[in-house]
């Protein structure tokens, strides 16, 4: 699933009415808030001690960032201890320390101190420790990993850096290790600069490093390798496995005169194997099946199966298929599906069913195409979410559910989603399914589709299949004249109902539209805040559904991978010889799109019988050709 950064704006909520909260007085909280942000100490006492009101802790938490000081030291730290681990705690724990930094509080800094992904405040932290006399070997050693990444470091650890290195802790191993990290991901400006920390006869390699990282083909000119040394043959081997991605006939040339060039151990020789194997799979070259061959049993992955299964449904080599899947335990069922799909292709028509009915048994995409082809029908197994009413108090009463609704209803989204995460991430599985079933309450759909998948609470179909917003689908599909089953089931997928999802890519709103596409079905620009609207977003989600259907000459199916990965593209990925449409699905190069075609058709299955509607939305896929 992509991940999204949430705001939930527009969304509206409706509170349980088994709460026993009355409503709140969100007025008073957010002039205590403004009132501490410049006030002084009197009228901050003042302003908490007057307020009632489940987010009081934040309005102690913006006082104690803006106004840190060491005459109210007890009462920050006891804050900290109170609200440790909430979303609460670290802004005041980051401004309570570079506060003792800047005054050289060093025994309180060393006290308040808790580990953090923030390198500056652990090398001050490492620094006053020293300082205070703690063992010179226990911290010097704490540096060497600080030392040893594959980027800059910020200078307040500088002094312990030199420290380190003036005490021999900087040996040719750590250097080449720092190289390494920095070559192979890390940051390649880093690289001139250890270059001349390695012995002079090494310099060299630095710089081969960075020619291999800049240009992978370069792995390939076999002059460059003047020595045949180890650090050598590991710079080839990570630039050939670069280069196979970006030029495979050179990759496969260069890699068979360098195995015999430097010594490889077997767990090498088996990374160029996986490399090789995934990248000549994915792109459908004729060497794929021979480099699938080679890696080593224990390295075949999901990937790997899944690109050694596409070959073998490319060739239709069904025997390879049968003889590949015979007989293994814990297959998923898509391989289930193939399995048995091969042996109706051979005409053991009694073992294909056999397995058939099987995987038609589960609630999934391969499960509805198993029951089209039997005839069965759909079975969402759907569980109700039953919940004592003791534990939905016990946690529409914790403060933190407390805080995260109260922050919704100000539209504090991000604020609001740090709580129910923390609240949730620290439940038990009860206390996640009470809680699911509140959010489901509040209409904050995501947050419930999210908490189930946590444990795996895979049944409670009704809140993991919610109608939202289903008068705004229904008006817009009828409108665009595409099935309402189809449009939701896009949003599902798309952003499990978070209005204001947004993905790295900038698509926003329920059915993540870019506002490029926006503009296109529009015919004028569309606001970022009109994007994040449901109703602008699912008219023009359903509008450009339309829009890709027609473009597909009717064809969902195409339809919905267009939706994915564009037009353009998913006509490229048709073949010139017509094949079975499923079979077509199951071969499309790209991970994701594959995945989101599969699921979207799960889900408007879902949908679909969930509205009461017969039949079987995957039954036209086994009559349905692509290409040709």
Not at 476 to 485: G, H, L, M, T
Not at 576 to 587: F, G, R, S
Request: with cysteine; proline share 4%.
């Amino acid at each position: 699933m992509k991940k999204y950064l949430l705001n939930f704006a527009a969304a509206a909520f409706i509170f349980p009415l088994h709460s026993a909260e009355v409503s709140l007085d969100n007025d008073a909280f957010v002039d205590a808030e403004k009132k501490v942000r410049h006030g002084s100490y009197q009228n901050f006492k003042t302003a908490v001690n007057n307020l009632d009101h489940p987010l009081k802790p934040y309005v102690e938490k913006t006082y104690w960032q803006r106004h840190p000081n060491i005459k109210y030291q007890a009462e920050i730290e006891s804050y900290l201890t109170i609200y440790q681990h909430t979303p609460l705690e670290w802004p005041v724990r980051e401004a309570w320390l570079k506060y003792l930094k800047r005054k050289n509080k060093k025994a309180a800094y060393i006290n308040n101190y808790r580990e953090t992904s923030n390198t500056a405040l652990t090398c001050t932290y490492l620094d006053f420790q020293l300082d205070l006399g703690a063992p010179e070997k226990a911290i010097l050693n704490q540096v060497t990993d600080l030392w040893t990444v594959g980027k800059s470091q910020p200078a307040e650890c500088d002094s312990l850096f030199s420290l380190w290195r003036k005490k021999g802790y900087m040996s040719k191993e750590i250097v080449w290790q720092r190289i390494t990290l920095a070559a192979q991901g890390g940051k390649q400006s880093l690289l001139p600069y250890l270059k001349t920390l390695l012995p002079k006869g090494e310099r060299y390699l630095a710089d081969l490093y960075l020619k291999v990282r800049r240009d992978p083909s370069a792995s390939a000119g076999l002059y460059r390798y003047k020595k045949k040394s180890v650090k050598e043959g590991q710079i080839a081997l990570y630039g050939v496995k670069r280069l196979v991605w970006r030029d495979k006939e050179l990759a496969l040339k260069a890699w068979e005169k360098l195995e015999k060039i430097f010594k490889y151990s077997d767990e090498a020789k088996a990374d160029v194997y996986y490399t090789f194997a995934l990248s000549l799979a994915s792109s459908g070259h004729n060497q794929a099946s021979f480099w699938l061959n080679k890696v080593p049993k224990e390295r075949l992955d999901s990937k790997l199966i899944q690109w050694q299964l596409g070959n073998m449904l490319k060739t239709q080599d069904w025997e390879g298929i049968a003889a590949f899947f015979t007989g293994k335990d814990n297959l998923s069922l898509g391989q289930q599906y193939w399995l048995a799909y091969s042996y109706e292709q051979r005409g053991e028509q009694k073992k294909a069913d056999s397995i058939f009915v099987n995987v038609a048994a589960n609630r999934d995409y391969y499960g509805f195409l198993a029951a089209a082809r039997l005839g069965l029908p759909i079975e969402l197994n759907n569980q109700a979410l039953v919940v004592d009413q003791k534990l939905l108090d016990k946690v529409s009463n914790a403060p933190g559910f407390k805080r995260a609704k109260a922050l919704y209803e100000l539209k504090r989204f991000t604020a609001a989603r740090r709580e129910w995460n923390y609240l949730t991430n620290t439940s038990s599985d009860d206390e996640k399914l009470a809680a699911s079933k509140l959010a489901a309450e509040l209409d904050w759909y995501d947050s419930a589709i999210f908490t189930l998948a946590k444990i795996k609470a895979w049944d409670y179909v009704e809140l993991r299949f919610p109608f939202a917003f289903q008068d705004v689908f229904e008006r817009y599909s009828k409108r665009s004249k595409i099935d309402v089953a189809w449009s939701i089931a896009i949003a599902r997928r798309e952003s499990s109902f978070a209005p204001d999802a947004r993905s790295h890519a900038n698509a926003r709103g329920l059915m993540q539209l870019l506002p490029s596409t926006a503009k296109y079905v529009n015919k004028s620009s569309v606001s970022s805040n009109r994007l994040y609207q449901p109703k602008t977003n699912i008219r023009l989600g359903s509008s450009y559904l339309q829009y890709l259907k027609k473009k597909n000459h009717g064809n969902e199916i195409l339809a919905t991978a267009s939706y994915n990965a564009g037009y353009h593209r998913i006509k490229r990925w048709l073949p010139d010889e017509a094949i079975p449409a499923e079979l077509w699905v199951e071969l499309i190069p790209y991970r994701e799109t594959r995945d989101y075609v599969k699921n979207v058709f799960a889900y408007r299955q879902v949908y679909h019988t969930r509205m009461g509607r017969e039949g079987n939305v995957l039954a036209p896929l086994l009559e349905m050709k692509m290409g040709g």
